[in-house]
């Protein structure tokens, strides 16, 4: 059988590639959930990993639950719903708790669509670009359905509450062009420069001292269910343990040699 996720390792970078091309990369299934948890166990525990970028195989980036399981019942749509409740707890959910509290940086390469849930895949990422062709929608309405993985705490995040809202109840789809002006994405690419583009963004942040970058991309999650008050004690705290690394030495040493007299 092979894996549905494809990793690939370039120095301090790795690829995380979902590889059900022909299903169009579904993500509701228990061995993508599995595999998108037991990778970020894996980069939590490994400081050589510094920078994740996160891509679809063939034409589309993801396009979220597996329509087919959920017609037939199968998998975590199975049974009654106390036990479907259960199957979105103990299934999908997970790969979204599992992602967000990645302390790697998550890099989206969003190739093509990006539908439901695999939406809000992309939403799990720190950093978004898309191709030419990409297109995002969080249409679960149209299906009877609403965001089961989280989709509606994301969202508006991203978007803000007005678009979020427009994105949520009508079940439309916005084009590449109109997630850069709603900051959904941070950049259009060309779709055959979308992996080196992608490669190069992670590249930049690997260069940087690890702790650091891990320590930043945790206040920023923070920031965002926090007063000031708490981060700011949180950002002490941190900042402490930053200020004894020898990366943060060397680092000073480096300016202070480089500054003129």
């Known amino acids: 059988m092979r894996d549905p996720v494809v990793v690939q390792h370039s120095g301090h ?58 017609a037939a019942g199968n998998g975590y749509f199975a049974g009654p719903p106390f036990r479907q409740r259960d199957g979105y707890r103990y299934g999908i959910q997970r790969l979204t708790r599992a992602l967000y509290n990645c302390e790697v940086p998550l890099i989206a390469a969003v190739n ?49 509450a007005a678009r979020a809202a427009e994105m949520m109840l009508t079940g439309d789809r916005i084009d590449a062009v109109t997630a850069l002006e709603w900051g959904l994405v941070s950049r259009i690419v060309d779709d055959g420069d979308l992996l080196a583009e992608a490669h190069a963004l992670a590249a930049q942040v690997a260069a940087h001292p690890p702790q650091a970058v891990r320590m930043a991309k945790r206040l920023l999650r923070e ?5 000031l008050e708490s981060l700011l004690e949180l950002s002490a705290a941190m900042q402490a343990v930053a200020h004894h690394t020898d990366e943060h030495r060397e680092a000073v040493a480096a300016f202070a040699r480089r500054r003129p007299s």
């Open 13 to 70: 970078v790795a690829t995380w590639t979902l590889n059900l091309p022909e299903r169009r990369n579904p993500i509701s299934g228990a061995t993508v959930v599995d595999a998108f948890v037991r990778l970020t166990d894996a980069v939590n525990a490994d400081d050589s990993v510094r920078a994740i970028v996160l891509t679809g195989a063939g034409s589309a980036f993801s396009t979220g639950g597996d329509i087919t399981d959920m």
């Open 112 to 160: 093509g669509p990006a539908v439901g849930a695999g939406c809000d895949l992309a939403l799990l990422c720190d950093l978004r670009l898309a191709s030419e062709t990409a297109f995002f929608s969080a249409g679960f309405v149209t299906l009877g359905l609403i965001p089961g993985d989280g989709g509606a705490w994301l969202l508006p995040r991203a978007v803000g």
């Open 223 to 227: 920031a965002e269910r926090q007063g």
